[in-house]
């Protein structure tokens, strides 16, 4: 039995992530060699590219369906007037007049071969074609992989490779103002859907020479790319490695959002907090990626993943930096208090309403019961109800277009509210609760922390109307506990408090913006003091 405890706990097994330490800097010593034969290399095919054009073009016919699929488009063209030669990209994909006039008409001018060399390939990049962006390659893989993507592929007669060249140009949104992260002080751009967009807008926030990102497969069948950005030399190497194994033990038949790779990513599936940050905003990304986390970008997903996430990084925003330090500190400490109302006032007041009516003064708690004398409920099923109520009105203003959804939540927070008083449904008293922990449930700045504080508040307001106050902080420290247990990426959730590190940032109170010389203690990067 002892040895089955053992097992379920996994306090037999010694845990392969680095740790926060106070005296660590660096790179652990004894977890560099363990994690760089934990990344997996990528699967290779055996299968080349042909030397025949016919070869070529009926394989390429037969693995995008030709015969029905009418997307594929298959040029063929005499380069140089006398070497056959045939170009194949997808219609919508690519750009139809880079096509023509950095392809066709270079590679159609008479005599660019005439002293063509061995390999014809490489020679017709250095001599014939006049794109700024074009590799050969001879894996059948990739030469799909890259038509698929939107590049143009071209085939010579007798060459065993094709030449590769980006020409993509399909319609993608334009860069916009965030919707999910509002700032009134701040650079008003967000990702998009375009990796690449969303790498450039990375790159005009940081001009340093370490940035470096990696363009790999996200793991599904669908072929889907994700960029994997970090410093190089700044960022603890072992991070960066355990987010590259993770990444690479993705084997799925779909990945679309970002949502379904932090899922897949993701150690504690049953926690209600996120162990990533989601951000659309590319100035925070920055920010981070200075202070040495790693980014992750998927394409065609408007959000970054952070990693690794704290609670506290979390629940800060970008408006804290950009306003000055006395409003900034307001902010900050507004917004904890909201997410301490938001979770704990259902159920502290639940308490007090069943159990300890002696903290109550005379006239609260007389107009707590003259505002129930004709509710026929119990008052803890009263309060989990509007709990529940509020959640649904939450989602049902953020599932319907536009004004309706405004419409909806107005609806259902004034005349859903005034006419259950009314019908005796609910209490004043309580609902006025329940409102003051919704407004202070929009103080938490990330979306999926404010689901995590739903999941807490309801749970807490069920242990207090089962044990009044002693249920209450018993369940209390049972989820402060389980949150120090959890670590994102290796890193503590409770960072940099539990542990101690020698950084103290963030904290909840705003410090004074100084002249950073190195980054945070707290995720061990490799930078050297000054």
Known sequence: ??????????????????????????????????????VLPERESAEKVSGSLAENEVRLKSVFRADINPDLILRRFMMGGKTPAFLAYLNGMADAEQVSDFILRDGMR?????????????????????????????????????????????????????ILMDTRGFEHRNVTEPQAEKVVRGPQEAFVENLRTNITLLRRILHTEDLVCEIRGAGGENGIRLALAYREGVTNITLVEEVKRRLARIHTRTVIGMGMLEQLSEKHSLSPFPQVLQTERPDRAAALLMQGHVIVLLDGSPFASVMPATLFTLMTSPEDVYMRRPQGTTIRIVRYIGALISILLPAYFLALALYHQGLLSTEVLTTVVASRKMVFAPIG?????????????????????????????????????????????????????????????????????????AVFRIALTIASWVGGLLGMCCLTVVLVAWM???????????????????????????????????????????????
Request: hydrophobic share 45%; aromatic share 8%; net charge negative.
């Open 381 to 453: 099923a009263e309060m989990v109800f509007l709990l529940l109520v509020f959640q649904l009105i939450r989602e049902a203003g953020m599932r319907v277009p536009g004004n309706i959804g405004q419409a909806i939540g107005i609806i259902g927070g004034l005349i859903l509210g005034q006419a259950a008083v009314a019908a005796n449904l609910a209490s004043s008293v309580v609902l006025i609760v329940v409102a003051l922990t919704g407004l202070g449930n929009f103080c938490i700045p990330d979306y999926s922390t404010q689901l995590a504080a």
């Open 1 to 38: 039995m002892l040895e089955r405890i053992l097992r379920f706990f996994r306090f037999d097994r010694q845990d392969g992530e680095f740790e926060l330490l106070e005296t660590e800097r660096g790179v652990p010593g004894f977890l560099a060699v363990e994690r760089e034969e934990a």
């Open 110 to 162: 008479p005599g660019c071969m005439e002293q063509a060399e061995e390999p014809l390939a490489q020679y017709a990049i250095e001599n014939v074609f006049t794109m700024g962006e074009a590799e050969t390659d001879e894996a059948w893989d990739e030469v799909k992989r890259a038509v698929m993507e939107g590049r143009t592929a071209v085939f010579i007669e007798g060459s065993e490779q094709a």
């Open 484 to 530: 120090a247990s959890l670590k994102s990426y290796g890193v503590p959730f409770l960072a940099p408090f539990s542990p101690t590190a020698h950084s103290k940032e963030p904290m909840i109170l705003r410090g004074r913006i100084r002249m950073h010389r190195q980054t945070e203690d707290m995720l061990n990067t490799r930078e050297e003091e000054l």
